[in-house]
């Protein structure tokens, strides 16, 4: 499969798209056929370097932090989720590898795509939608009934 893959730290990093194996899956992971993945602040802050200390890369590293898929394969543990299941996620931190055309993840860290999303808007919701959220209840600590002016 084709990947997208970071070799160096550096400001002015660049991604190499190159042949890697299909990644296999664990019992509690899914194997997902990618068709989006979003392009955000956060592969910057990865290729820069600037998140070492939180997660340092072994390098080479397949990019990308969100996507849509298809569920291609289901680990022996995962019952949530079955092969042909349209699916959204933030991958984990740990766990990144969206610009390649298959992903090995969690189960826990997917999610059906909801209804009113397709493949292309819903790869971009997941991180601005979690940064949303975390403005409005982390940090403004919104409640039901209140009015929130944007």
């Not at 893959?5 to 990644?23: C, G």
């Not at 055309?101 to 999303?117: F, H, Q, T, W």
């Amino acid at each position: 499969m084709k990947a997208a893959q970071l070799d160096k730290y550096d400001k002015n990093f660049q991604l190499i798209v190159r042949n890697v194996p299909v990644p296999d899956i664990k019992e509690d992971e899914v194997l997902i056929r990618v068709k989006e993945a979003a392009v955000n602040p956060l592969e910057k802050l990865i290729g820069t370097g600037n998140v070492k200390l939180i997660q340092d890369y072994s390098l080479p590293s397949t990019m990308g932090n969100e996507l849509t898929g298809v569920i291609e394969n289901v680990g022996s543990k995962v019952t949530k989720f079955q092969i042909n299941d349209a699916v959204y996620s933030r991958l984990p931190l740990n766990q990144i590898g969206a610009f390649a055309e298959y992903v090995a993840v969690s189960a826990d860290a997917i999610s059906k795509i909801p209804a009113n999303l397709d493949f292309k808007t819903g790869a971009a919701a997941p991180l601005t939608g979690l940064t949303a959220y975390q403005g409005l209840f982390e940090e403004l600590e919104a409640k039901t009934g209140e009015t929130v002016f944007i």
